[in-house]
């Protein structure tokens, strides 16, 4: 199957999005220290992908709803769940995992546990954990929006880390007209 990537910028840095020839996405990535290091992140990830400029109109789309995400100005947050995603390699409780933290709207946190309760498996915290530090989408799907006990700030795959990850949820909180350190439970 023929697989692509690009490096796109956005206010956080140089992002990158990776596709199939059918358009849908296989992957997405933060920024890394440098664009360099972003596009050697996407050529050691998606190994057979080739590099190109010309994106399909959805992934494009993609593009623009991350770019949008990242500069705080998220105008309608269902744009990032009408993205295709092609996540047909991950297990079952991941795509599961995944498909919950993507429905957590802007402005809104879940710890691990409330992940895990609400797939039903209420002592699967750490696999959450485990589930979400293996995120393929970042930020397509938000992952930065799971927190530890508590709220707690706790581990982040991405460059940067937690820094990052509270970054993140700062440009939230500002689009959603909130004070940084805000962010609203879901429910």
Known sequence: MNTFFACYDTALGTCA????????????QLPEATPGETRDRMRSRFPAAREIDDMPPPVIEAVEGVRRLLAGQTHD???????????????????????LTRRI???????????????GEPGAARAVGQAEGHN??????????????????????????????MRLLA??????GQLVGEQNPLF
């Open 17 to 28: 999005i990776a596709w199939n020839a059918g358009g849908r996405v296989i992957g997405s």
């Open 171 to 176: 440009i939230e909180a500002r689009a959603a």
């Open 105 to 119: 709207p802007v402005g809104h946190t879940l710890t691990y546990g409330e992940v895990a309760s609400r797939l």
């Open 77 to 99: 947050e269902r744009e990032l769940l009408m993205v295709d995603l092609d996540d047909s390699h991950l297990p079952d409780f991941n795509r599961r995992v995944l498909a």
């Open 136 to 165: 393929p989408f970042a930020p397509i799907v938000p992952c930065h929006r799971v927190m530890g006990v508590g709220g707690a700030g706790t581990g982040f795959s991405a460059h940067g880390g937690v820094d990052t990850k």
